[in-house]
């Protein structure tokens, strides 16, 4: 059974820097690209970012391309997003998921506030 738990959410003002985690199991991680998506307050759920199976081929969102950078430890089995000079508009709860089986994380909240 997969299982995505996301951490590292949190409340930073804007300019600042967070880190999230996502911690996978059930399935073969290192076989699988990984996606981590966002769904601002009243708004739908969107694309944020994308890696491959090995971690050689990243995607993002123009709204965040050049200030978050997606990895992950095929070892550890974990995906990371590195959030840096947050904007207000980052402000939403941030998901893991897997693509192939369309398997999703709780999620985590991310506040950016003055």
């Known amino acids: 059974q997969v299982h995505l738990v996301e951490s590292g959410g949190g409340l930073v003002k804007p300019g600042e820097s967070l880190t999230l985690s996502c911690a996978a199991s059930?399935?073969?991680?290192?076989?699988?690209?990984m996606t981590w998506y966002r769904q601002p307050p009243g708004k739908s759920r969107e694309l944020v970012a994308i890696?491959?199976?090995?971690?050689?081929?990243?995607n993002y969102a123009d709204s965040v391309r050049g200030r978050f950078t997606i990895s992950r430890d095929n070892i550890q089995n974990s995906l990371y997003l590195q959030m840096d000079n947050l904007q207000l508009s980052d402000t939403a709860v941030y998901y893991c998921?897997?693509?192939?089986?369309?398997?999703w994380g709780r999620g985590t909240q991310v506040t950016v506030s003055d």
């Open positions: 998921h897997l693509p192939s089986q369309n398997a």
């Open positions: 890696i491959g199976s090995a971690g050689a081929h990243t």
């Open positions: 059930g399935f073969t991680f290192s076989g699988n690209p």
